[in-house]
């Protein structure tokens, strides 16, 4: 870029994720020369406190503390981003989740595609590394493979944005023209809202960079991943039309092709089946070995299919189901992956109902 403007990374964090504290000290080491972080905790009790308190003294110079004030909202993250924001220095701001990491060139990236002022939001492809458990591996997997060659095919074939949080960057003049990050208090896939409104409300442009960002995931269960996508294909359903979710079937074939050679067994439905699950594998790894740095493991072949299945229950769930258990709360979700608590039996009032989900 010919300017170099100062930037404030929003940091939300919740819990100690995997290798929190390599993930923090490789933020505290990019090529910029005017930036700073900010580290969002809800409260001291958050585990997270002591980690972000310890980054914050090692690296003064960028990294600062900010506590959560008030909680304005149904979605957790956006009611840190509601406090960073207003602690933010300066005015270009990047959404970046706690168990990411980036290049050393991140910050350059996104600072030379604001330069072009109809830009109003830049995101980033997302690829998982780290994987040292089988469900962090389905996690990094799906995440590289089909999150990530998701929003690459959207951009370059059909030409639609999809923004994702794990790296979100905005002008602070265009978050404030939306109403800040209050308007999405309620809303779960705020990113991906944010970046309808983007184009749609402000008339700007979102641009898609070329290097991923690094999702780290280690030792994620089966079932912390599982829960996950229960979640967002209930979000994915309230995101798009009915015709669309029906559609996304489409872009986990293989056990459509399985279940059809159940439905109707002979050898040809077999063949095809099997050539269906084994060219899935092949582009999945493919993609997977591309976006990271990482080598990829021989497992991952056969996880590909432990992912696919998993996958295609959660479509099943998301096409029934509205409303989710998320960090302790069971809420429902509507249109637009608007939040609503649940009503408590015989109350008037709107109350959280503990769950055992994950968050």
Known sequence: PTHRPGLSIL????GVDDDLEANLAQFARLHYPHYEVLLGVKDARDPA?????????????????????????LNPKVNQLVTLSSEARFDLWV??????????????EIAAAFEDPTVGCVTHPVAGLGEQSLGSLLDNLHLSSSAAAG???????????IVVGKSMALRREDVEALGGFFSVKDVLAEDYVIGQWVTRK???????????????????????????????????????????????A?????????LGALLHPSALTGL???????????????????????PVPLRAAPAVLVKDALLFAA???????????????????VSGTRLVPLRARGTAAAEWIPSNGVG
């Open 11 to 14: 940091k939300p964090l919740c």
């Open 49 to 73: 406190y002591a980690v972000a308190r310890a980054a914050e003294a090692k690296w003064p110079h960028v990294m600062r503390v900010v506590l959560q004030e008030g909680e304005p909202g």
């Open 95 to 108: 959404v970046s989740d706690s168990n990411t990491r980036v290049g050393e060139g991140y910050l350059e």
């Open 151 to 161: 929003m690459i095919a959207a951009k370059h074939v059909a030409d639609r944005d």
């Open 202 to 248: 402000l008339g700007k442009r979102v641009v898609l960079a070329h290097a991923p960002v690094f999702n780290v995931s280690l030792r994620k269960s089966v079932d912390a991943f599982f829960q996950r996508y229960l979640r967002w294909s209930v979000i994915h359903r309230t995101a798009v039309s009915p015709s669309t979710y029906v559609a996304q």
């Open 250 to 258: 489409l872009l986990n074939p293989a056990p459509l092709a399985v």
């Open 272 to 294: 095809a089946a099997l050539a269906v699950v084994l060219g899935k594998v092949w582009v999945d790894v493919t993609v997977f070995r591309a976006l990271r740095p990482q």
């Open 315 to 333: 479509w099943w769930h998301g096409a029934f189901r509205r409303t989710v258990d998320w960090r302790g709360t069971r809420l429902r979700v």
